[in-house]
């Protein structure tokens, strides 16, 4: 019926399709956290050099 080669395919094929799953979960959950980590910290940059240039003035 099935010999062992083929087994073997399924399990690389199953492998292959589980490390791809749990890829696009990790970069969907760390990617919109790691940018707006990110975005957050420029903003806060900006507003302290803000702050600082308007008391030197």
Do not use: C, H, V
Request: proline share 2%; charged share 20%.
């Amino acid at each position: 019926m099935f010999d062992f080669n083929q087994y073997l395919g399924f399990l690389a094929f199953l492998t292959i399709l589980t490390i791809g799953f749990w890829l696009m979960i990790f970069l969907m959950a760390i990617l919109p956290y790691w940018i707006g980590g990110s975005l957050y910290e420029n903003w806060k940059l900006k507003r302290e050099a803000k702050k600082n240039e308007r008391e030197e003035a």
